[in-house]
């Protein structure tokens, strides 16, 4: 019989009839009937298919290079913190059958200890992790029912792929790190409570699909890629240093801080503040918030191109860029904040975009606000205007407007009623009573 190399291997089990016996090398007796108490004792291995209908007790290592099936009613506990579960490639957690249904037998791990995947594991019951769990690269996890993570320090780590279409909850000191692939199915439920933190780390993928739910009251830090099919409500803090996708809502009153990287709002996003410290912020979506973007942070009004509405305030030192690809609604970008536009220094850039020049009065209507502050104090600059042409503000309709020839360069950019914005902003009074 095959196994792993272990010492002083010793497993007692406790039968249902309270007699307890002694055996080596593999979990008996298989299967383990309900209502009989298997105690590993010592370091052990697993090397054939098991089957569990009672109760399973670890005070030490388990190594499972087969298939173990945690049936329904059935209870894996993992104690001490020095007892491991090593879950091994070919063996199963419990068993799913038939691949891609999900239709998993029942039963409850409890894991006090440290548990290792390199396998699959399948949950139908109850999955509770108050120390460690790791699924490791090629390893694949998969929850139906509930996943819980909780006291000081427990950590659940992903390094391979993992799918939920239960409940998955990590309580107050919890922490959810994932570096692989974690997908919130349809019906799949994330609740991460105050003082929880969950990182989507460098490299990881974590989808939140449609039909799917993050409610978080606790941290969400994001260096890989989140894309939003579902919907994210955070009541917390949620950081992005990576890719944020949103193609469908999120939600709450908590605050969003991006230092780098990109968020793009193609649906809907409501926070209590947003900061664009670094990176892009963009999309075609509603942003329900006040917006600050700082220096060196970007507001792209559009998609390449489109049009982006703020339903609050905008305060930017940072830059606004606007890409223009042709005169007919939809080929030009546009920025509507339905509030205040503070500048407090800060650039606007107008970017020409696929191959498109314009002609001598052409014009644009880019950036509609209420109000305005600061417009004097903004810097501007294009790119892919063409060769004998020049922009300007046109006080009649507020708008940017090309020229048949360059300004001069001394020629001072400032306008009546709009200081210095050369044209691309227009108080839409009248379009917003």
Same mark, same amino acid.
């Given at each position: 019989?095959?196994?792993?190399?272990?010492?002083?291997?010793?497993?007692?089990?406790?039968?249902?009839?309270?007699?307890?016996?002694?055996?080596?090398?593999?979990?008996?007796?298989?299967?383990?009937?309900?209502?009989?108490?298997?105690?590993?004792?010592?370091?052990?291995?697993?090397?054939?298919?098991?089957?569990?209908?009672?109760?399973?007790?670890?005070?030490?290592?388990?190594?499972?290079?087969?298939?173990?099936?945690?049936?329904?009613?059935?209870?894996?506990?993992?104690?001490?913190?020095?007892?491991?579960?090593?879950?091994?490639?070919?063996?199963?957690?419990?068993?799913?059958?038939?691949?891609?249904?999900?239709?998993?037998?029942?039963?409850?791990?409890?894991?006090?200890?440290?548990?290792?995947?390199?396998?699959?594991?399948?949950?139908?019951?109850?999955?509770?992790?108050?120390?460690?769990?790791?699924?490791?690269?090629?390893?694949?996890?998969?929850?139906?029912?509930?996943?819980? +993570?909780?006291?000081?320090?427990?950590?659940? #780590?992903?390094? &391979?792929?993992? %799918? !939920? *279409? /239960?409940? @998955? $909850?990590? =309580?107050?000191?919890?922490?959810?790190?994932?570096?692989?692939?974690?997908?919130?199915?349809?019906?799949?439920?994330?609740?991460?409570?105050?003082?929880?933190?969950?990182?989507?780390?460098?490299?990881?993928?974590?989808?939140?699909?449609?039909?799917?739910?993050?409610?978080?009251?606790?941290?969400?830090?994001?260096?890989? +890629?989140?894309?939003?099919?579902?919907?994210? #409500?955070?009541? &917390?803090?949620? %950081? !992005? *240093? /990576?890719? @944020? $996708?949103? =193609?469908?809502?999120?939600?709450?009153?908590?605050?969003?801080?991006?230092?780098?990287?990109?968020?793009?709002?193609?649906?809907?996003?409501?926070?209590?503040?947003?900061?664009?410290?670094?990176?892009?912020?963009?999309?075609?979506?509603?942003?329900?918030?006040?917006?600050?973007?700082?220096?060196?942070?970007?507001?792209?009004?559009?998609?390449?191109?489109?049009?982006? #509405?703020?339903? &609050?305030?905008? %305060?930017? *030192? /940072?830059?606004?860029?606007?890409?223009?690809?042709?005169?007919?609604?939809?080929?030009?970008?546009?920025?509507?904040?339905?509030?205040?536009?503070?500048?407090?220094?800060?650039?606007?850039?107008?970017?020409?975009?696929?191959?498109?020049?314009?002609?001598?009065?052409?014009?644009?209507?880019?950036?509609?606000?209420?109000?305005?502050?600061?417009?004097?104090?903004?810097?501007?600059?294009?790119?892919?205007?063409?060769? &004998?042409?020049?922009?300007?503000?046109?006080?009649?309709?507020?708008?940017?407007?090309?020229?048949?020839?360059?300004?001069?360069?001394?020629?001072?950019?400032?306008?009546?009623?709009?200081?210095?914005?050369?044209?691309?902003?227009?108080?839409?009074?009248?379009?917003?009573?």
């Amino acid at each position: 019989m095959s196994k792993r190399k272990v010492l002083f291997v010793l497993l007692v089990a406790v039968a249902f009839a309270g007699t307890p016996f002694v055996v080596h090398a593999q979990l008996s007796p298989n299967p383990n009937p309900s209502g009989s108490e298997i105690i590993v004792a010592s370091s052990e291995g697993n090397s054939e298919d098991f089957n569990n209908y009672g109760d399973i007790e670890l005070n030490a290592g388990l190594g499972t290079g087969g298939r173990l099936t945690n049936n329904a009613g059935a209870m894996l506990t993992n104690n001490s913190s020095s007892a491991v579960l090593d879950i091994n490639p070919s063996s199963v957690v419990p068993v799913i059958s038939p691949p891609g249904s999900y239709t998993l037998p029942g039963g409850s791990l409890f894991n006090y200890g440290t548990v290792g995947n390199y396998g699959t594991v399948g949950n139908a019951d109850v999955f509770y992790n108050n120390s460690s769990f790791t699924n490791y690269l090629g390893g694949y996890v998969y929850n139906g029912l509930s996943l819980a +993570t909780g006291s000081a320090s427990a950590l659940l #780590t992903n390094n &391979g792929t993992a %799918t !939920n *279409s /239960g409940s @998955v $909850y990590n =309580y107050p000191t919890g922490d959810l790190e994932n570096n692989g692939t974690w997908t919130n199915a349809v019906f799949g439920y994330i609740f991460n409570s105050s003082g929880g933190i969950m990182n989507n780390n460098l490299g990881g993928i974590m989808n939140i699909n449609s039909g799917s739910s993050l409610v978080s009251n606790g941290t969400i830090g994001n260096s890989g +890629t989140m894309t939003i099919n579902g919907t994210v #409500t955070s009541y &917390g803090s949620m %950081t !992005n *240093s /990576g890719t @944020v $996708y949103d =193609y469908n809502t999120i939600a709450g009153t908590g605050t969003y801080t991006q230092p780098a990287g990109l968020t793009k709002v193609n649906g809907t996003m409501t926070q209590g503040s947003i900061d664009i410290k670094g990176g892009i912020l963009n999309g075609t979506g509603t942003i329900i918030a006040s917006v600050i973007n700082e220096a060196p942070g970007t507001v792209q009004a559009g998609d390449a191109p489109g049009t982006l #509405t703020i339903k &609050g305030n905008l %305060t930017s *030192s /940072g830059t606004l860029l606007f890409e223009i690809e042709g005169t007919k609604s939809g080929q030009y970008s546009v920025l509507n904040v339905e509030g205040t536009a503070t500048f407090t220094g800060g650039k606007i850039e107008f970017d020409f975009i696929n191959g498109y020049i314009p002609s001598p009065g052409n014009s644009w209507d880019l950036l509609f606000y209420k109000s305005i502050v600061g417009g004097n104090t903004l810097g501007f600059t294009e790119i892919g205007l063409g060769p &004998g042409l020049g922009y300007q503000f046109n006080p009649a309709n507020g708008s940017l407007s090309v020229s048949s020839a360059p300004l001069p360069a001394t020629l001072p950019l400032l306008g009546t009623g709009v200081l210095g914005l050369l044209g691309i902003m227009r108080r839409r009074k009248s379009r917003l009573r």
